[in-house]
Every structure is written in C-alpha cells, then in structure tokens.
C-alpha cells in the first residue's frame, strides 16, 4: 500500500503562507503603536447577541449554543432567550457601572424580533457589529455564494433598520467562513471582521479588510463552558492575561485584550458578579483603555 | 495490509522500575528537564489522507488555522522569551516546511541555540497509509531541509501529528538518528530495539504536554503551572535516587496565549531555581545516556 503520490507533492510550501489572503509579520516587529491617552491595553468587551430559531438548520453545520434536543427543545431555545431578556440587560447595567462601553454582535433576527433591545443597544452608546442573519445562518465552504452574499445583506439591512447606522464589522458564527468569505465581506462595505484568532493586533487582508482577532481561547464559551471553569477562574485569567499584555505593551506599544462574553453564560446570577467584579478592576487599571472594536479599528488604522 | 499487524509492537522488554542500573546525570543532577516547543504548520488547505482527516470542518478551518497561526505571528517568541530568560534551551520538534514558510521563527530559534529534530514535513501530512519509499522521502527531506535551513543535523524524530508505521522506528535508525519521542512507556531514556543502528527513547510527554493540559484535561493555566510543579517534584525526588527525565512539551499557541504565559513562566523560574534539574537539550540527554548507560541497559533488555 502507497499513499498516492500527490501526497508527497507540496506545491504551496514557499515563503510566506500557503494562502494568499494576507501577508506574514511578527508581533513584535511592528513599530511603535500606542492607543489614546497613552494606554497600552485596549480591553475590547465584545458581547455576542443571539437568536436560536427553535428548527436548527445544519447547513452548513449546527452553530454551537443551539438546539440539542428532539423537538420541542424548550429547554435550549428559553435557556438562550433568557440570555436575552435578563442576561443581556444586567450586561448593560453592569458596563454603565463600569462606565464603559462595549461591542454588541448581534443577529438582524435580534433586530427585527426586538428592535428595542437594538434602541437600548444605541442608547447606551455601544457599537453594533454585525454577526449574521440569526444561528442557522452559518458560512463554511460549500454555502452558494449567492446565498452567503444575501446572508450578509440581509444581517446588514435588519441591523442597519433598527439602529440608524450600517455596522462596519462583522463576526461570523462560530468564527466560521467560507473562501469567499474575506470578499463577500469587503464587496458589502464593511471595514471589518472579526473572525481571525491569529494575531492580538489588528492587521489587513489583502484586499483592504481589516481583521480585529477575537480570541477564541479568552471567551467565556471556551473557558466557562467548553472547558468547565468557574467565572472567578474566568476573571482570574482574565486578569493573568491583562497583567502579560501590560508589561509587554510597555510604555512604548500596544496590546488588545478581547473579552468574548455571552449573556446567556456570564449573566447568570451566580456569574456576573465574578464578572462586573474583574470590569471593576480592569477599568481601575492605569493602562487600560476600554473601547469598541469601531474606536480600536479607528486609532489603529491612524496609526498605520 | 501488507505486513501482519502484532499485538505487541516488540520495541523494548519489559523492565520494571525497580532494580535498574542507576543512571548519574552530570553535576549530580536528579532530574533531566528539557523543554520541547513544537515549532508546527498546519496547512490551510491540505490534501486528505485516507486514514485521518486533518481539519474537522469544510477548508478553511479559520479558528483551527489561524489559532496554530498565532504560534508564528504572536506566541513563538512570547514563549520563547519566557524559556530563554529562565535559561531553558528548546528542542524543536520542527514541521520542517515551517523553515520555508517562516524562516524568521526558525531562525530566532536556532539563534537561541534550541536543538531541532522532525516533526515531519507538515503537521497535516501524516505517516499512514505511507510506503518505505515514501517514508524515506519524508526523513530524507526533514534531515535536507533542516541543514539547510540552520547547520544543524536532525538527531530524533517526533512522529507528524504522531502518525507512524511500524517501519518508521527502524528507517531513523538507519539513518543515524538517535532518538525517538514517540513512545511514553518510561520516566527515564530507554533502548528501542530496531533491526540496524541503535535508537534509544527519550521521555516526552502527553500527560503534561499543553494540548492535554489545555484540551483534553480543560485545564486552567494556572492548574497546569500546578500540574507541572508536581510532575517536577515527583521526578526530582525519585530522581535522587535514579536520574529521571521530565520533558515539557508546548505549542505557542496553547501556551504563549496571554492568559496562559505568565503562570507558565512561574513554572520554568521555580524549575531554574531549584537546583536538582538538569536543563538540558534532547541531544545531549541522548550524548549523556549512550555514553554512560546505554550499553548496560541494552545488555539488560
């Protein structure tokens, strides 16, 4: 037995990637780069909003959060919705405590089922990045182009209704996108995504998008309930992480802290306390500087 | 299949813990820590192999790409500060076509005088399903490339994605490598019967290796700063009275991640200051143990 040759064959091992989507550069070699007020950690609170519909569709796959049950999964599609409701409402009270503001991802299907949450969203001064159409609108290679291209018009249309304004970024569910993805997002106007864990600074595709990392690793998903730690061990992490990018951002650069937040997992009554426990401390950090993923985008890119 | 599988692989003999040769490491060291980064690259689009699939979704695999991606754009060098600044040399368990993909990251490695050996070409390119030609090619292109790439001779092998044939042990030794890290049967160096040359195992580890750790134990970081204390304590102890080998074994971007760093950098100064550790390459573990022990313990097995 032999593995067909083709195999052995390496046609893309060269400098550089083995993709053409963007181009290689250390961390650490990047020039000076320092955020407003001379912070050197922007903590960028990025909250996603999400509609489950009680049919799943697995096409192109199941999105993670949603149904599991036969039908009726009552248990999933309430327990997700009272992230909604109430998670998501003691989310916002507890960033006006902290005075700070954060990024909201949200579904159009949360803006055209609730458009007072997306009044409340504007309200509060937070950004509105675009996450989809609602969590059975999921983008892997094999989705038409015609339909991921309408899926992201369509995101964009319910959003930009209810708020008044065109989100600039995008945040695929589950991070997932297909090879048409970088473009169909660009040709749609948006200055944004989201989706790329492969850096902690901004940085360009090639055709102009810019990609903000979200660190998959630091979300409350992956760390609460992938992982099974308890929300002090969260903030303890959390922590651990902004005490590294501190030190290492120095008085003379700069770092993103991502925190990845779900109301229907951090807003529980026995979590968010752990939670507005560690956004007190952090907003009480000297080289903090909270911001939205739109203000990080915009000092960056006057940067460059 | 064209060989019988064996229910025994027949690499080693059985023998136990107790009553073996003592093993000295120098300086009266206990314990042998050395620190193996994998240095990986995955490829974004690779073709199938028939007997693993190397991304669980359709191409591109974002998070599974661009998280491995973090190690050669972030991680590597947030890692590699935090060993350097303890005194821990690497040995690299090398994707060999990351030396044509990012020579940077190689570079800063050989610079910091780390140890290379294969990890295969890419960590999407599995050993399975692989004839004795093919096999060939991939030890012939990992010793090539890496020579070429920073002087150095590749002395042991880590199996692609830990993927082998029951060749693959054999065919190193034939080409004059001198050790494997593919098997986890012992806390201390130990021959590998192969049919020419010699070949001795090296302790690596997937019991505190940081994907386990991280993604099979869902660990915290700061448990596993924990669980790597205790592993070294153990060791240490036991090594008093018979030299062990404790080996760390990383990815950047499990470990290098910033919530992760700084409780592992604990780990490595608390190793440092301790005093019973050896901190030493693969190689020269390897050196020490074919030129004191290997002959006793190869007439035992």
Do not use: A, F, Q, W
């Given at each position: 037995m032999a593995l067909d040759p083709a195999y052995l064959e390496y046609p893309r091992r060269r400098e550089g990637y083995d993709h053409d989507l963007y181009a290689w550069s250390s961390i650490f070699d990047r020039g000076v780069l320092r955020w407003p007020g001379d912070k050197g950690v922007a903590v960028w609170l990025c909250v996603s909003l999400e509609w489950f519909p009680?049919?799943?569709?697995?096409?192109?796959f199941r999105a993670p959060g949603h149904m599991q049950t036969a039908y009726p999964d009552y248990r999933h599609y309430t327990a997700r919705e009272y992230g909604t409701r109430v998670g998501f409402y003691r989310l916002l009270d507890a960033f006006a405590k902290a005075g700070v503001r954060a990024s909201i991802a949200t579904n159009g299907a949360i803006a055209e089922r609730y458009p007072e949450i997306i009044a409340d969203i504007v309200a509060g001064g937070h950004e509105i990045i675009a996450h989809s159409t609602?969590?059975?609108g999921t983008i892997a290679s094999g989705l038409p182009e015609e339909d991921e291209r309408a899926l992201i018009e369509r995101s964009l249309a319910s959003l930009e209704a209810a708020a008044g304004r065109r989100p600039t970024g995008w945040l695929s569910i589950a991070r997932s996108e297909s090879w048409n993805t970088p473009r169909l997002l660009k040709e749609a106007g948006l200055a944004y995504t989201c989706d790329w864990v492969n850096d902690e600074l901004p940085w360009r595709f090639a055709n102009g998008l810019i990609n903000l990392p979200l660190n998959h690793e630091l979300s409350d998903r992956q760390i609460i309930t992938v992982q099974q730690q308890s929300a002090d061990s969260y903030a303890r992490q959390m922590e651990d992480a902004f005490d590294w990018l501190a030190a290492e951002a120095g008085s003379a650069n700069a770092r993103v802290l991502p925190l990845h937040i779900t109301p229907y997992i951090m807003a529980l009554p026995y979590r968010i306390a752990a939670f507005e426990g560690l956004l007190a401390r952090l907003a009480a950090r000297p080289e903090a500087w909270f911001a939205t993923g739109a203000e990080i985008i915009s000092s960056w890119e006057s940067q460059q | 299949m064209s060989e019988a599988q064996k229910a025994d692989p027949g690499l080693y003999d059985f023998v136990p813990y107790r009553g073996r040769p003592r093993i000295a490491w120098p300086g009266g060291k206990a314990v042998a820590v050395w620190v193996a980064p994998n240095l990986e690259y995955y490829e974004i689009d690779p073709p199938a192999n028939p007997l693993r699939k190397s991304w669980t979704k359709p191409h591109p695999d974002v998070v599974g790409y661009a998280h491995r991606d973090h190690s050669n754009r972030v991680s590597h060098w947030r890692m590699a500060e935090a060993m350097s600044k303890y005194g821990f040399p690497g040995s690299v368990s090398l994707s060999v076509a990351l030396c044509q993909h990012h020579p940077e990251v190689v570079a800063d490695a050989n610079e910091r005088g780390w140890e290379f050996f294969s990890h295969g070409i890419y960590n999407t390119r599995y050993a399975y399903g692989m004839d004795e030609a093919q096999e060939r090619a991939i030890i012939e292109d990992s010793i090539r490339t890496v020579r070429e790439a920073t002087g150095q001779t590749i002395r042991g092998w880590l199996a692609p994605a830990l993927t082998h044939t029951p060749r693959t042990l054999d065919l190193i030794a034939e080409y004059g490598?001198?050790?494997?890290?593919?098997?986890?049967?012992?806390d201390q160096p130990q021959p590998v019967k192969v049919k020419q040359g010699r070949l001795i195992s090296i302790p690596y580890s997937l019991e505190v290796n940081d994907h386990y750790g991280f993604f099979v134990y869902n660990m915290s970081p700061r448990e596993y700063a924990d669980t790597l204390i205790r592993q070294y304590e153990r060791l240490a102890e036991e090594g008093a009275e018979s030299g062990t080998v404790m080996c760390i074994p990383l990815h950047a971007y499990l470990i290098g991640q910033p919530h992760r760093i700084g409780p592992f950098a604990d780990v490595l100064r608390h190793i440092a200051e301790d005093g019973r550790a050896w901190i030493a390459r693969a190689g020269e573990i390897a050196d020490h143990y074919y030129e004191h022990h290997h002959a006793e313990a190869a007439r035992g097995a």
């Open positions: 009680m049919i799943p569709s697995d096409m192109p609602d969590m059975n | 490598l001198d050790y494997t890290c593919d098997l986890y049967h012992d």
